[in-house]
């Protein structure tokens, strides 16, 4: 074991150093992502039509495409300092345990109770809901990463938080759902009967486990239906890919330190916040020509919206109430095999990163399940951290980059983002230790099915 | 929502800045702490004794009552900079949900994936194994904490790792069950059919789901029988309370940049090893002369050792196989109430500890577990973090003196010691927002009738 290492295992930043605004990258985005349509007419959505859903400083944000940086307020820097800096860490023990020359940084932002970025945009979105003069908020959350987070950021600033959990995470995962208890939040099963929208799908399919889409429905009709709230959404949108700038900006900040300079950037990609904020700076930099870096999103193979999806617009959510986004997608009718774990289950992909792919800003790769869990193993037994599934996305391309510059011997550095922790991800690592985990992935006969669903709208 | 404060939130030391030594608390007690016996001479255990059980080198920090600084070796420091420095926080948000002039300080060590302050000595322990060239150890565990940091250690430094874990966890905690397999260990559930005693027990009582003192003795058997493997234990030893050591002089270093002095010092205590580790500085301060603080033990009303316990040699473990310690007990046959959450079960107390507070140096109050969780609750929800069970019985006493400063106007300053995370209890927070969970405190006639079961020697 070396003990002899220049550069700190973990790099926190002082208060001082946090960023003190946010990151836009549109404003530096020749072609800025297309703007969300009215599903009814094939409009642009104006301002007017999202404050009922969104809040009012949140709509502002999402159709901001020119201020390149935006104050953060100064009640949310103070409650990132409840759970930020996160640290950037130098991956010594996985480079030794490679035996690769390459430089090995991630970005950790599993270290807060929620177990993953989130609480970023969620601190944000609760603190414009309180500002507003809002009760409350409604939002869906899946594996309950997304619930949990706007559950602490919901009780920090004393609103109100109802989450539509979908039935089978509900049941399957009690713990979740105690943690946002703990934070005082209402967690519903979806579909429900507390909704107009829960009340049809639960009589047209009595025995449904629920999907995302129909929590999103569910979440949608609870907020315009009661006086006082609105909806949250955790990934996605441009507002929230704002809010994660903060993971960029404070790891260019502490690398900047160091003099350290990334050559390959990887994020594992989903809807696209935690890759969307990861990159920010960094993209800003290759947009300005001041440097270049070659940028790696990783979605599983199960779920390809950008490495086999269509470049295109389509519905947000399943249940066809939301608007209308351009977005690298599978079709909003694309269900994402069962045998899948954790995250990354979302058809689209967030609409800036779709533009910056589209025009060769970035790369894309798919990694099967099987591949994932055993580089997620394979860091935990020498990093300690025990990763997300989501995460290990990420874990296993810098793992075969490094590797790659084994066999060439370039020291090239790398820089990954380690969005969150395991913990509730254990029956996926039980079917991995027991050799009970399958991979899949669709066939070009299923995608082409679910591109059947694509709408033909604003094309 | 205060946004201007002069001491950060979060204190993490630089690298520079952490321990380059434990401090070992004996070197400076008038009084040392009794020696272990041997159950069967009744005569104090020599190091060849210790030695066919524990590594050589734990052995000798085992029985060092004189040198009060000991050199951390160079590779545990480089494996404690994977997830030390921990924070020390300062509880701005809790301070002004309660409306108190108290200054609040709680070192958090519940940043790693072992969820808790377990890993300091666990890091220590394999360590000196692989030093003396040990194929592995063994080691026991009931909630999961201790095993899941020990196979942490484990997978950092190449060794084998056999857990015996008590069966009823390892069939209701499943999750942490799998954590340790993560990190390749193998958890075997107890009594088992691996070791005679097991063997026996079952024989007995077929349906037996376990006790913590069965683990034990299994193994203590397994390191024994088995060729280039020790044993090693997670709390109450005074080595593990030199490890642990590393707690305060953290927090110390950290206050100290600050100027800042506490008042008082809390601490949940179970077998000590937490409590002993983040007194362990000011403690030697308070035996010199150098300073005063109010130092106070919080244990659960269910299983007092300190606060109603009596100060005697006992055995360590219910199977009376390990050797006989003098300490607060309440008997080895003591099996706390089956309704109690977490940890914080064990019937005795750290040697070292039991003479602290016999000398009138530090106080002991107990609490029970709704109070407790309560305050976990009210805590989660301001500071963010979810505390672990264990760790929510310092809170509540916090809380508890916070609040008396409201009523005195005092500004006392408050550090307490915040072990851990509750994500793998939310079984007892469920039952707990349900309104299902009940007290318990043993009789006095209860308590009786497990003091007989103290052993006659060493009186």
């Known amino acids: 074991m070396k003990t002899d290492r220049n550069i700190p295992y973990k790099i926190y930043l002082s208060e001082e150093e946090m960023p003190k605004q946010w990151y836009n990258v549109r404003a530096d985005m020749k072609t800025k992502p ?49 759970f930020r800096p996160s640290p950037l860490v130098r991956a010594y023990f996985l480079e030794e345990a490679l035996g690769t020359p390459a430089k090995i940084y991630y970005k950790y932002e599993g270290n807060n109770t929620s177990g993953s970025h989130k609480l970023n945009s969620a601190m944000a979105q609760a603190y414009y809901a309180k500002k507003q003069g809002l009760k409350g908020v409604t939002t869906e959350t899946g594996a309950g990463q997304w619930g949990t987070a706007l559950s602490m950021a919901c009780s920090l600033f004393g609103l109100d938080c109802k989450v539509y959990m979908v039935k089978v995470s509900y049941e399957q995962k009690p713990f979740r759902r105690e943690v946002m208890r703990t934070y005082g939040a209402s967690v519903t099963p979806s579909p429900s009967m507390t909704t107009e929208i829960g009340k049809k799908i639960l009589a047209e399919h009595p025995g449904t486990t629920g999907s995302l889409g129909c929590a999103i429905s569910e979440a949608v009709e609870a907020a315009t239906t009661h006086e006082g709230y609105r909806y949250v959404l955790g990934s996605v949108l441009n507002q929230v890919l704002l809010h994660q700038s903060v993971i960029g900006l404070e790891a260019k900040t502490a690398l900047d330190k160091y003099g350290v300079k ?198």
Do not use: W
Request: proline share 7%.
């Open 262 to 459: 990334p050559d390959i950037i990887i994020g594992c990609a989903g809807g696209g916040s935690n890759l969307g904020g990861l990159i920010a700076p960094f993209m800003g930099q290759k947009l300005r020509g001041e440097a270049d870096y070659r940028i790696i999103a990783v979605e599983p193979a199960s779920c390809p919206s950008l490495t086999r999806g269509k470049y295109a617009y389509d519905f947000c959510d399943t249940g066809k109430v939301c608007p209308l986004a351009k977005m690298y997608t599978l079709g909003s009718g694309f269900i994402p095999a069962p045998n899948h774990a954790g995250g990354l289950r979302y058809h689209g992909m967030s609409p800036v990163l779709s533009e910056l792919y589209d025009e060769g800003l970035m790369e894309a790769t798919s990694v099967v399940q099987t591949d994932v869990f055993a580089a997620a193993e394979q860091f935990a037994r020498v990093e300690g951290i025990l990763p997300a599934p989501e995460s290990s996305h990420a874990i296993r391309v810098a793992i075969d980059e490094a590797l790659k510059c084994k066999e060439t011997g370039e020291e090239k550095t790398i820089l990954f983002g380690l969005t969150g922790t395991g913990y509730f991800d254990m029956f996926a690592y039980e079917k991995f230790h027991n050799g009970e985990m399958t991979d899949y992935i669709p066939t070009d006969e299923e995608l082409a099915a679910s591109f059947a669903t694509l709408p033909k709208v604003g094309c």
């Open 34 to 82: 297309a703007p969300l349509l009215n599903p009814g007419t094939g409009e642009p959505l104006k301002a007017e039509e999202l404050a009922p859903i969104f809040c009012e400083d949140l709509v502002a944000q999402e159709l901001d495409n020119d201020t390149p940086y935006i104050d953060i307020p100064e009640e949310i820097r103070t409650c990132y300092k409840t």
